[in-house]
């Protein structure tokens, strides 16, 4: 009984340690994870993903290493720019494992040892730029940042694939007085937009002004040209009904002493002068109405016609006068 009981113990103890035997020796490594196996305490091989054996007791695996590419968010950094003012910088590195034995025993803590470096290296790099150009050279300091960053940690077995400048702050004076520039900034644009939308619509209404007085002179012309046509017509027409009339000495002088009244139309005719024809006219007219006066002595008799040269009798007989400082003148006639 006794001995049964010692021998269910020792298989017990036997299987205990071939299970524990197969746990040391088979190992599973994740994708994109790598593991270094040291034997009696030196480096021997990096497993790879997938089953992978070991021999208990003699190798040992140190904590498997993450092959993707890893963020790692630094906290603010003070750096003092060129011009002697302290901003704040927040940093992010993008990087990635490329070499589990470098990264294992090149460096104790390469996370550490990129942010250290990452530190010296932009004072270094903001340190030769202004706060201007600090502030709009993002991009170059990106660029330096990881050209640096980069050799640095070759040896290492790390590959450095971004560095991007998170946030950087000035102090509170430089952000008012920048916020003051900026708006006075502003308000000079929107002064010259609206200076020069003021001159455009200056221009414009300038522009069809012209063009209104251009049409409306075009159009004072053509009327003037068809008034003009219209009274050539009518001239025309006129002279051709008196050409086709025939008219005798007698009708033209009577249209003469009719067209005589029109001369003094208009307040501002003080003085208008009695043509030199009116007399022939006159005696046109009377030697016409003379064979029609009725003869006291019992027939028709023709009235004498007035005598020649009598230019202040015919004036008198049309009752021709002008008013000259508020006296009544009569017209003279200028000698034919």
């Given amino acids: 009984m006794n001995n ?41 091989r990096t497993l790879n ?21 890893q963020v790692v968010s630094f906290p603010p950094q003070q750096v003092i720019t060129e011009d002697s003012l302290v901003v704040s910088i927040d940093t992010v590195v993008y990087f990635q494992v490329t070499d589990a034995r470098a990264a294992t025993y090149e460096i104790a803590n390469y996370i550490h040892a990129v942010e250290q470096l990452t530190t010296t290296t932009l ?6 730029l202004n706060l201007e150009e600090a502030l ?32 950087i702050e000035p102090p509170l004076s430089i952000q008012d007085s920048m916020e003051k520039q900026m708006r006075a900034e502003r308000e000079r644009r929107a002064t010259i937009l609206t200076a020069e939308g003021t001159k455009q619509s200056q221009i414009l209404t300038a522009e069809g002004r012209r063009q209104a007085a251009i049409l409306a002179a075009e159009g004072d012309a053509k009327a003037a040209i068809l008034r003009a046509d219209g009274e050539s017509q009518a001239i025309q027409k006129v002279f051709d009904a008196i050409h086709k009339g025939n008219p005798d000495q007698k009708l033209l002088a009577y249209q003469y ?30 030697s016409a109405l003379g064979d029609f006066l009725p003869d006291t002595r019992g027939g028709a008799e023709r009235t004498p016609a ?10 008198r007989a ?5 008013p000259v400082d508020g006296h009544q003148r009569q017209g003279e006639a200028p000698a034919s």
């Fill in 136 to 167: 709009t050279s993002r991009d170059r300091i990106n660029g330096q940042l990881r050209g640096v960053l980069d050799e640095a940690t070759g040896r290492w077995g790390i590959r450095v694939s971004r560095v991007e400048l998170k946030a």
């Fill in 318 to 322: 049309t009752g021709a006068v002008s």
């Fill in 49 to 69: 993903p997938g089953l992978n054996i070991l021999i208990p007791f003699v190798d040992r695996l140190l904590p498997l290493l993450d092959l993707r590419e």
């Fill in 123 to 128: 004072r270094n790099v903001v340190g030769g």
């Fill in 257 to 286: 002493l009719q067209t005589l009244p029109k001369l003094a139309e208009g307040s501002s005719n003080k003085v208008w002068i009695i043509p030199s024809e009116l007399g022939e006219a006159l005696r046109g007219v009377g």
């Fill in 4 to 44: 049964t009981i010692v021998l269910l113990i020792i298989l017990a103890v036997l299987v205990i340690f071939v299970l524990v035997v197969l746990v040391k020796s088979i190992r599973i490594i994740p994708q994109a994870r790598a593991g270094v196996v040291e034997r009696l305490g030196k480096y021997l």
């Fill in 306 to 315: 007035a005598p020649a040269g009598g230019a202040e009798a015919d004036a």
